[in-house]
């Protein structure tokens, strides 16, 4: 079992920037690859980023390239999602998620935090 725990979010102005973290329990992180998903309210939960077990492999939604950087720290369990030049349409709920194996399907997570919102105002 994982269990994860985000923070970091908040309100912030269109431009400005918020740092992410999830922190997990357990002894097994390094052996999990980690996402970030986001929902904003009427529309499905949509994939971020995603970081390969070392950290050495990311991935991004074409949305947020550039823009954010996902990365972690395996000493301490954690993950982060760097967000910079924030937009309206960043507005969501913020996941941190743990799997197996690289992916971005929202299915191959098996562990899920409990979201973290962010707020972007124009």
């Known amino acids: 079992q994982v269990q994860l725990v985000e923070s970091g979010g908040g309100l912030v102005q269109a431009g400005g920037s918020l740092r992410l973290s999830c922190a997990t329990s357990?002894?097994?992180?390094?052996?999990?690859?980690m996402g970030w998903f986001r929902q904003a309210p009427g529309k499905e939960r949509e994939f971020v980023a995603r970081i390969s077990w070392s950290g050495g492999g990311t991935y991004y939604a074409d949305s947020v390239k550039g823009r954010f950087t996902i990365s972690r720290d395996n000493a301490k369990n954690t993950v982060y999602l760097q967000m910079n030049s924030l937009k309206p349409e960043d507005a969501a709920v913020y996941y941190c998620?743990?799997?197996?194996?690289?992916?971005?399907?929202?299915?191959?997570?098996?562990?899920w935090g409990q979201g973290t919102q962010v707020t972007v105002s124009s």
């Open positions: 998620a743990a799997a197996r194996g690289l992916s971005f399907r929202r299915s191959d997570y098996d562990y």
């Open positions: 357990g002894r097994t992180f390094s052996s999990y690859v």
